[in-house]
């Protein structure tokens, strides 16, 4: 199982990314993914969960009505829109997901990406 993002960039305040996660190895017919996200001196925080089964969870307040998930099934592909972005989401973003079950919260991650960076500028 191999997860990859791209998407990530260096943005002005208020702009938008779409970052993606590509999902190989794994069926994607039930699935979670999680998004994740660190800023620089800061640990590592999970953003959301999403899952087949219950839709998606939110863990950042501040997220909440910027951030969005998608997926394309034929592309093993799962999106995280980012609108009206601002400084504070600057931070290295990850995807990960848990190959034994198919709930959120997850207990434990145990595939994760490599991260793409996101910095926005004010």
């Known amino acids: 199982v191999q997860l990859v993002e791209s998407g990530g960039g260096l943005v002005q305040a208020g702009g938008s990314l779409r970052l993606s996660c590509v999902v190989s190895?794994?069926?994607?017919?039930?699935?979670?993914v999680g998004w994740f996200r660190q800023a620089p001196g800061k640990e590592r925080e999970e953003v959301l969960c999403?899952?087949?089964?219950?839709?998606?969870?939110y863990f950042i307040e501040s997220v909440k009505g910027r951030f969005t998930i998608s997926r394309d099934d034929a592309k093993k592909t799962v999106y995280l829109q980012m609108n009206n972005l601002k400084p504070e989401d600057t931070a290295a973003y990850s995807c990960a997901t848990d190959t034994t079950d198919y709930a959120c919260p997850v207990r434990e991650y145990d595939v994760w990406g490599q991260g793409t960076q996101v910095t926005v500028s004010a």
């Open positions: 190895g794994l069926e994607f017919d039930d699935y979670v």
């Open positions: 999403a899952s087949s089964e219950e839709g998606v969870t």
